[in-house]
């Protein structure tokens, strides 16, 4: 059973459109993330949800907008993509709201590529 | 300033050798620092995490915490070619549960 499940694991889209990116956690996690790595591989916090409650909302643009429906799910939608967003997007997880117990688990990442 | 720093690499070491491999943070507040691993393609994994000052070993693995100087590293001992990744370094601030990434060290153990 994978702990933290990304879909999809690629996609390639056109400028302009819009594209959802969901992730599922088995863990029992309190806490989920979206992290964005660009192709130099630094990650970057974009947000973070606890028990379907947004705690960190760092300077995204509002194109992005992220949705928990339970403290088990977080899908990460995109409006009117645009070049600079292809990147990897990797979702996470961790006990509590302390990453400090044991860190995150990430999830597979979806390569995102926008053309 | 960045506030987790690395150097980029790449660390050449050959099979058998220690790694040494080194981070710097700006916020003295820092608490807990953590080190992932992430083969090329893959997602990062975490091998090591430390809170006080000092050494934590875990096999092959050593990190090393210097809060004074605000300084954490990660020995690899024993080098094993499978051991070739990119090493990031992340330190967690405060209560958040924010992690924040260095831009990570990317390791060779050559035969």
């Known amino acids: 059973d994978t702990a933290v499940s990304q879909t999809p694991k690629y996609l390639v889209t056109q400028m302009g459109n819009d594209k959802s990116i969901k992730c599922e956690q088995n863990l029992g996690h309190d806490t989920m993330y979206w992290y964005k790595q660009d192709s130099k591989k630094f990650l970057k916090i974009m947000f973070s949800?606890?028990?379907?409650?947004?705690?960190i909302n760092e300077t995204v643009p509002n194109r992005f907008s992220p949705k928990s429906p339970d403290k088990a799910h977080l899908n990460l939608h995109i409006n009117s993509l645009e070049l600079g967003d292809s990147a990897v997007y990797f979702c996470?997880?961790?006990?509590?709201?302390?990453?400090?117990?044991?860190?995150?688990?990430f999830g597979s990442g979806t390569r995102l590529t926008v053309v | 300033q960045k506030e987790v720093e690395q150097n980029s690499g790449p660390l050449s070491v050959p099979e058998g050798a220690i790694a040494s491999l080194n981070c710097t943070y700006s916020d003295r507040g820092s608490q807990s620092f953590f080190w992932y691993r992430q083969y090329s393609g893959k997602s990062p994994e975490l091998i090591m995490f430390i809170y006080s000052n000092g050494d934590k070993e875990d096999g092959r693995f050593t990190a090393q915490l210097n809060k004074a100087s605000q300084y954490v590293s990660l020995l690899i001992r024993d080098s094993q070619p499978s051991d070739s990744a990119t090493y990031l370094c992340?330190?967690?601030?405060?209560?958040?549960?924010?992690?924040?990434f260095g831009t990570g060290t990317r390791l060779q153990v050559t035969l």
């Open positions: 949800y606890n028990n379907k409650e947004l705690i």
């Open positions: 992340a330190v967690r601030t405060g209560t958040a549960s924010k992690l924040t």
């Open positions: 996470a997880s961790s006990r509590g709201s302390g990453a400090g117990r044991g860190g995150y688990t």
